[in-house]
């Protein structure tokens, strides 16, 4: 069975631009989280859906949205980029949205913003 | 605001020795904890988990223990390996304030444990 995959794997941006990130979950899985990790912290909760709905979403700025698909895929979007958005955006995906199964996180994408 | 934390960044332990490593949390909310690790280049891996009616809970060479009354857990390795060695990050949820709200991780800054053989 595939695990969590994420794409692209790196990717470099300019401020001010705009990036889409993408993750498709294990399967089965309905429920998907992003996290951002910055250089020597943990990850970070940006958002989590579950069944095409947003169920929570962290201390970010409205700069960054996501959404989820009919087959579970999710996408992450950051707007008008700056410098400290360079990070590891990791995606995690569980069966449920509030039971106490563990997320499966895939490889992340490393985001660089120059 | 750290509501969970780790305070070694970093621990160096013999192959066949004992790992502890420790995490501290303010969030008395949080009723569940769980360990995750993390090689270079890839995502985290849950490792082992701990609910907060508990105050041990064992799973091979891995072992978690939960002082709830100091807000405080520890992981055990015995025996250290060699492939033991990535970061480890502690992890604690909480239910989502509303029914079939998200249950958030909220993570430490992770501890880099080296296995020397």
């Known amino acids: ?114 | 605001d750290q509501q969970v934390k780790q305070n070694s960044p970093s621990l160096s332990v013999q192959e066949g020795r004992i790992s502890i490593l420790n995490c501290d949390y303010t969030n008395s909310m949080f009723d569940y904890f769980l360990w995750y690790k993390k090689y270079p280049a890839e995502g985290p891996t849950f490792l082992i988990s701990i609910s907060s009616i508990k105050d041990k809970n064992e799973d091979g060479r891995f072992t978690v223990f939960l002082n709830k009354s100091a807000k405080h857990l520890s992981l055990h390795i015995v025996p250290s390996q060699p492939g033991d060695s990535a970061v480890y990050f502690c992890a604690a949820s909480n239910t989502g304030i509303s029914s079939g709200s998200a249950r958030q991780l909220t993570f430490g800054s992770g501890t880099q444990l080296t296995v020397l053989p």
């Open chain 1, 1 to 114: 069975d595939a695990g969590v995959t994420q794409s692209p794997t790196h990717l470099i941006k300019t401020r001010g631009q705009h990036v889409t990130l993408r993750c498709s979950p294990i399967s089965g899985h309905k429920s998907v989280s992003w996290y951002q990790q910055v250089l020597g912290q943990g990850p970070q909760f940006i958002f989590q859906y579950y069944e095409k709905e947003e169920r929570g979403r962290g201390n970010f700025p409205d700069r960054f949205s996501a959404r989820q698909f009919p087959n579970y895929s999710s996408e992450l979007n950051v707007n008008a980029l700056l410098l400290g958005d360079s990070a590891l955006y990791l995606c995690a995906s569980s069966l449920q949205v509030s039971s106490y199964n563990e997320q499966f996180f895939g490889p992340g994408t490393r985001l660089t913003v120059l």
